[in-house]
């Protein structure tokens, strides 16, 4: 069962991040500290979350826009500032973008837009909050790894799979696939990093979820509900044997 006394959410105002901060602490374990990130929080499209916000303390909303490395280094000052000295067990890079696009019609600036939200993103955001995630894993009394100690979780896609090009007949998404195939090998290198600081790190499909970022019906879609209560029980058994590998929503592990 995940036990994180902190966890950080990115793109959590909607879909599957506004699910993951609604389930949290909906948990009979709920984190002490459930950092939900976000754009503009201040903005309508951020109703929902500031919402939970008001009727849970534990919910602390930052504002953080992933592509712009002063953006994500004071949000990460911020979240320093609220956890008084403790360290960030998980953090779940979800925020994450997708544009329509074949292999005729694919240009350079929605590649490079993709590639920036889904690739760079994530990796200044794992940067910035590095510290804090070794900081939890030294002051941890568990042993291995695990979610609940110290973990970086990057929300990917089946679709950025090379062996399986999921439902590749429904929709190309050119820039999408490849920017998750390259989360994937980000993941992969960051496990090998940072492994002596024993921060798990793993690439995680979450189903084909029924959200706006999917405007077409895809044969076994799954309600953000779905999805999100299986990511974290999923989450809360893996361990240090699961370190780099992609796995889907229930455990599965999937090939790259």
């Known amino acids: 069962m995940l036990n994180a006394r902190s966890v950080l959410v990115t793109g959590s105002n909607r879909g599957i991040g506004l ?68 360290g960030l067990n998980l953090l779940i890079n979800n925020a994450g973008i997708v544009k329509p696009g074949c ?23 794992s940067q910035a909050f590095l510290p804090l995630l070794r900081k939890a894993s030294q002051e941890s009394p568990q042993k291995g790894m695990s979610c609940s100690k110290a973990a970086i979780v990057n929300m990917s896609s089946e ?30 290198c960051q496990s090998r990093g940072w492994a002596k600081d024993e921060i798990l790190c793993i690439a995680l499909h979450p189903g084909i979820v029924k959200t706006d970022m999917i405007q077409v019906d895809v044969p ?19 361990c240090e044997k699961d370190n780099g590998n992609f796995v889907n929503w229930e455990g599965k592990t999937l090939p790259w």
């Open 220 to 238: 076994g879609m799954i309600t953000t509900n779905e999805s999100v209560h299986k990511i974290l029980n999923t989450l809360g058994s893996l």
């Open 19 to 86: 699910e993951l901060v609604r389930q949290l602490v909906g948990q009979s374990k709920k984190p002490e500290w459930i950092f939900a990130t976000c754009r503009d929080p201040k903005g309508p499209r951020a109703q929902d979350l500031k919402n939970l916000a008001d009727k849970h303390q534990s919910v602390k909303i930052i504002p953080m826009d992933t592509n712009d490395p002063s953006s994500v280094k004071a949000a990460a000052a911020q979240v320093t500032e609220k956890l008084q000295g403790a």
């Open 159 to 188: 679709a950025g799979s090379i062996t399986n090009l999921l439902v590749f007949d429904l929709g190309h998404v050119l820039g999408y696939r490849c920017s998750k195939a390259a989360l994937n090998m980000l993941t992969r």
């Open 103 to 125: 292999l005729e019609s694919e240009t350079a600036e929605d590649m490079s837009e993709v590639y920036k939200t889904n690739v760079i993103g994530p990796m200044i955001v």
